[in-house]
């Protein structure tokens, strides 16, 4: 009896150990994600783009890194620091992952002195071994001075000589007014003196 109970076992072995590993297998899988809508920022002013583990852990043992299609990486963190080395030129000294983000699995990036140039899609990705994981988004940069084109920029340098002259202008019609009326009393003036030496001419006595 007692051999019959447990001369199965052997065969079931396999099997319960594939039981018993598929959940901690399934504990380790992890998605990315960004934000569903743009990221909006000012030229000159800094941008921050979010991304998150889900379900949140630490990442700090992960790879992680933002890229730009095809192929420009704009900040790599791995094997525990951060990489300049890897960075585009464009975007070295600009960048960096939000303080305390990846013990909670947050790989917020912060861009400094948005430029134009740095509007477009961003990947954000997680690698952790054989797992990687990214996500996708968009930023959106608004110049506040985009019409100031060339045009305006001449127009804005004649503006100062185009204030002086009408100031110059306001004030010879200033003086020129001025000037009638002193001339215009002059005039009555030398009138009554003329006409009084002319009464006086008429009758001398």
């Known amino acids: 009896m007692a051999s019959s109970w447990c001369?199965?076992?052997?065969?079931?072995?396999?099997?319960?150990?594939?039981?018993?590993?598929?959940?901690?297998s399934h504990a380790g899988q992890f998605r990315?994600?960004?934000p569903?809508?743009?990221v909006r920022a000012?030229?000159?002013?800094p941008a921050e783009l979010p991304c998150r583990l889900a379900p949140a852990r630490n990442a700090s043992g992960m790879e992680v890194?933002?890229?730009?299609?095809?192929?420009?990486?704009?900040?790599?963190?791995?094997?525990?620091?951060?990489?300049?080395e890897e960075q585009a030129p464009e975007f070295r000294g600009r960048t960096e992952l939000l303080p305390g983000g990846l013990a909670e699995g947050r790989a917020a990036l912060r861009i400094r002195r948005v430029r134009p140039s740095d509007a477009g899609g961003y990947t954000c990705f997680f690698r952790?071994?054989?797992?990687?994981?990214?996500?996708?988004?968009?930023?959106?940069?608004?110049?506040?001075?985009?019409?100031?084109?060339?045009g305006a920029l001449a127009?804005?340098?004649?503006?100062?000589?185009?204030?002086l002259q009408l100031a110059a202008g306001l004030l010879f019609l200033v003086l020129q007014r001025r000037l009638r009326g002193k001339l215009r009393a002059?005039?009555?003036?030398?009138?009554?003196t003329f006409g009084q030496f002319l009464e006086e001419l008429r009758n001398p006595f």
């Open 7 to 24: 001369s199965p076992l052997p065969g079931r072995l396999p099997l319960l150990l594939l039981l018993l590993q598929s959940p901690s």
């Open 32 to 34: 990315v994600l960004g």
């Open 36 to 38: 569903e809508r743009p």
């Open 42 to 45: 000012l030229a000159g002013r």
């Open 65 to 84: 890194g933002w890229a730009r299609p095809p192929d420009r990486m704009v900040h790599l963190f791995r094997g525990g620091r951060d990489r300049p």
């Open 128 to 150: 952790d071994h054989a797992q990687h994981e990214e996500a996708a988004l968009e930023l959106q940069v608004e110049d506040p001075f985009h019409w100031v084109g060339p």
């Open 155 to 163: 127009g804005l340098a004649v503006l100062p000589l185009l204030l």
């Open 186 to 192: 002059e005039i009555e003036s030398l009138h009554r």
